[in-house]
């Protein structure tokens, strides 16, 4: 009998609701190697996305992601206007800056309740999630959906905010402001949640840099980095806010991130719609784009994700690439995961917030000494599913 | 980030006074949910709105959900097919004469996929009282014959 | 006519069919305050029944590399040792049913093959996640164990006693007569209900079950029949460990203030169910290894403490 355990996890597992393969080795309960696999549901979007136009693409595109939604849909009318160079209207932008900070807000109310459940914490969990309603049905009140909200259209965005509506957020925030201090201070305060997540699954600095960590995951481990700061899109460079960091390095670090880039944006969406500019919020755009390419990136609630767009003159895009920030993450994971001990998986891998459907790839396996790939026509490959069919 | 100082059951505060809350948990199909004036739920098809056969719902639906044919002079139907719209709500900002809503009836699911494709035909255009010159919008919206996207 | 009235007892009133009822009756509860210190609804009254019988209506699936007997047998092997150890603690009267010299030792031993068997469950369903949820089992055990079984002992000790009825029956009057002697009972009170929750693997100490790490540990690859008795067998657990120590620190069902002794017991017994739904809804799981750092650097010590006080109060010459 060998002293190692292989412990597979995923593709159906419960530690996530996402199609993803991890393979374990373990020596009694510590993590030696871990193999991760990704690939089972590969959706075809950056394909499909060139046979759609434009318009049809924000939907779809829109629909990459449940939870940032808002996040890869601007990044394709952000691309899409910097080719078309549209100059979109100030209000447009900071009411782009309002959903998409509200949408950070619910993302990170999100992970809270899935750490505690990671670790065992249902009540933290089950409050979280309740809470979490609020800004729901802020998002549902503004947008008209809970998720995929269909806010943004190429030029502007497609709904306005009308002074009820404001002054609805605005009650809403205050109620998210003061769960999510209390938030703060329960998840500092509780000893067996310090227990779990203090020192876990570490992540120094440099290891962040180089295994190209973003986001929350990066800021954790004192990563000073934020598209919003760094690179401004929308409205963020006329918005003051504070960038946050943590030297923990550790899931804490993480976590503790997360809970006060929440507070923090729960002061830019006031700041924005007190700010909020008068003027239309969208302006009319050619259905053809040029010739032109445009690299977008948002700060989503995950990291960086990022959008590549080239036009060539028709009403389909040439290509469309999305980089969604779990891929990013991903890299970092492994150092995070070896050595620490088994228990410890579920919250290590939650800590990345991973969503898998967004970075799903296809990986083409190559016979050795072949230096070309098989590349199969539709027909084809539809000929080949039904053959392994029968 | 201060020192706090750990503790175990440091939620106590919340649990206890969930026990005298009334559950968070709204009861659905008795309790209804409130539905916010942007909500978009099934498209509908106004009969009375004067279609003009403009096709652009349908070149811009993302999901090929919409249909709309001829079926006399000025005189059209639209056809939705519920099981694939994805409720954005595009094809009733691009509808020029706005006859294309999205109303807020959400409870959609059905045993029987026929029911999920809805017709209406629009009514017929009402007898020329005068000969009224149409607005450039209008104009602009009346480009007949767009060839079919490839699906 | 004696025979008969012993089989009554064991197999309805208060034995089998009493404790199934209570079994189904306090998951209910333990899950309906669980939800209700979430905010959340809970499920209605019948649910625990409701599972119950759509376990036993379903196929059980035995592995094909599990360890044939064990597996089918092991959940009964707990049922059993259960349902014996429940007719030791006085439920409707004073008294118990089998009562006899040093029934709490015994009670507690049976009270450890549930576990044992669990750990054995998980060891013979040949998966991964069974093995290690049936190690972590065992570890578990032997960290709340020793606290639990002190802390049983100190009343024991105080009252120079080891039957459960008695040491029911007595503590009020003697803690009411010697106030001092609060402190290590209190004591061991609060290491009992601790290590009851690690017994009976609840949060914080659901470690081998982790569903997130071992989707359900030893029980995995249970279903069916097999893993409706072992459910309703640590259901029953639940009922025997809380009325033990509503039987051991709070004098069970000796009735006070004219109470009847059956109310007395349900009161207590469902003081123990809220102090231990109001811990597994505060905290967070802990890892193994703090487990068993918790249990044998807090946990036994302190049960210690209690046995120490008892002792130097009583023979120190102190009252």
Known sequence: ?390 | MSKVHTRPGAIWREITKNLGRKPATRMYPKERPFLPANFRGRPVFNPQGGCVGCMLCVRDCPSDAVKISKIGEKQFSCTFNLANCIYCGQCADSCAKKVISMSKEFELAAFVRSTLTNTTDSDPPPPKVAETKPSSEEVACETPEIPETKT | MNALWLIFQALIFPGFLFLTVCALVLQWLDRKLYARFQNRVGPPFVQPLADLIKLFSKESIVPKCAEQGLFRYLPYFSFAAVVTSFLSIPIYTANAVISYPGDLVIVAYLLTIPTLAIALAGWSSCTAYSIIGGIRTLSQLFAYEVPFFLALLTPALLLGTWNIAEISQRLPAFLLANPFYFLPVILAFLVGVISLQGKLERKPFDIPEAETELVAGPFTEYSGRLFGIFRLSLDMEFVVGVSLLASVFLGGATSFFGIPAILSYLIKALFIVFVLAYIKSAVARIRIDQMIRFGWRVLAPLSLLGMLLVVIFSKGGLL
């Open chain 1, 1 to 390: 009998m060998s002293e190692h355990i292989t412990l597979p996890i995923g593709p159906q597992h419960p530690l996530l609701k996402e199609p993803v393969h991890f393979k374990f080795t373990l020596d009694g309960e510590r993590i030696v190697d871990v193999d991760i696999r990704l690939g089972y549901n590969h959706r075809g979007i950056e394909k499909a996305a060139e046979e759609r136009t434009y318009v049809q693409d924000l939907y779809m595109i829109e629909r990459i992601c449940g939870i940032c939604s808002h996040v890869h849909a601007t990044n394709f009318v952000q691309a899409t206007e910097g080719v078309l160079k549209t100059e979109v209207p100030p209000r447009a932008l900071y009411l782009r800056v309002v959903v998409g900070e509200l949408e950070r807000i619910h993302s990170h109310l999100l992970w809270l309740g899935i750490a505690g459940h990671e670790i065992g914490f249902d009540t933290l969990f089950q409050v979280a999630w309740r809470d979490r309603e609020v800004v729901q049905d802020l998002l549902e009140l503004i947008t008209g959906n809970r998720v995929n909200y269909g806010m943004n259209t190429i030029g502007g965005v497609r709904k306005d905010m009308d002074p009820a509506e404001i002054e609805e957020t605005l009650k809403g925030l205050k109620v998210l402001e003061e769960r999510t201090n209390y938030y703060a201070q329960v998840v500092q305060a509780e000893s067996t949640f310090i227990a779990r997540v203090s020192g876990v699954g570490p992540l120094p600095k440099d290891v962040a840099i180089v295994s190209g960590a973003v986001g929350p995951t990066a800021r954790g481990s004192g990563v000073d980095y934020d598209v919003r700061r760094d690179l401004p899109y929308a409205a963020y460079n006329e918005i003051p806010f504070r960038v946050i960091t943590s030297d923990l390095g550790d899931v804490l670090g993480r976590a503790l991130v997360r809970v006060q880039e929440t507070i923090e944006a729960i002061r830019i969406i006031r700041y924005a719609l007190e700010h909020l500019p008068v003027g239309p919020i969208a302006v009319r755009v050619p259905r053809k784009v040029p010739v032109g390419e445009y690299f977008s990136r948002y700060e989503a609630p995950r990291g960086e994700a990022i959008l590549y767009l080239r036009g060539n003159g028709t009403e389909r895009p040439d290509r469309v690439k999305v980089r969604a920030p779990t891929l990013a993450n991903l890299v970092s994971i492994r150092h995070t995961l070896l050595n620490q001990q088994l228990a410890d998986i579920p919250i290590i891998v939650a800590a990345i917030d991973p969503c898998l459907s967004c970075t799903d790839r296809v990986v083409l396996l190559q016979q050795v000494g072949s230096h070309e790939g098989e590349i199969l026509h539709w027909a084809e490959f539809r000929q080949r599913s039904l053959a392994k069919k029968l």
